[in-house]
């Protein structure tokens, strides 16, 4: 059986729309975690999320911003392919400006955001190789343009507009599918 998790991004949820349309298109097929604000615990979820999947199948990932970082990352780990969504590249520097709490846009609820995450995630390994990196210039968040250095080497769909969310998501499902050799419907 052929699995993909995703991976929602900082102060996200699996209730986010992405999820959501993910959900309604690959139904149980996908895994969408709520995982923990602190990314060793993120990391470690995940891995064991993997590491279980994989002893049924095979497993892609899809991440958008800190999701997209942990999924190049996991993706590198174990030799998965990934799609990443606006992909955080440099987490540990863009998200100094939430020290020192969150806030999860799911229900508003703050959480503690310490320095010492900031140092585990730039421990974190990542590589283009195995990637695909949907980009859109108007992410109001990222600078797109960071993501397309550091992942110079992806198979890569950049466009004009759009947001931080990455707008129209579900006009991509092919080229996804197509990416991770994954078609839902066999």
Known sequence: MKTVIYIHGF?????????????ERYGNRVVIPSLPNI????????????????RFGEVGLIGAS?????????????????VVINPAVKPYERLKEALPSGINYYDNSRYDWREEYLEDLKKMEI??????????????VLDYREALKVLENASTTLEDGGDHSFQNLENHFEKIEEFLNFYFSN
């Open 11 to 23: 102060g996200s949820s699996s209730f986010s729309k992405k999820a959501g349309l993910l959900k």
């Open 39 to 54: 990314p060793k615990l993120a990391i470690a979820s995940l891995e064991e999320i993997i590491e279980t999947l994989l």
């Open 66 to 82: 800190l999701g997209g970082y942990y999924a190049l990352h996991l993706g590198k780990r174990y030799e998965l392919k990934r």
């Open 127 to 140: 590589d283009s190789e195995k990637t695909l990196l949907l980009l859109q210039k108007g992410d109001e």
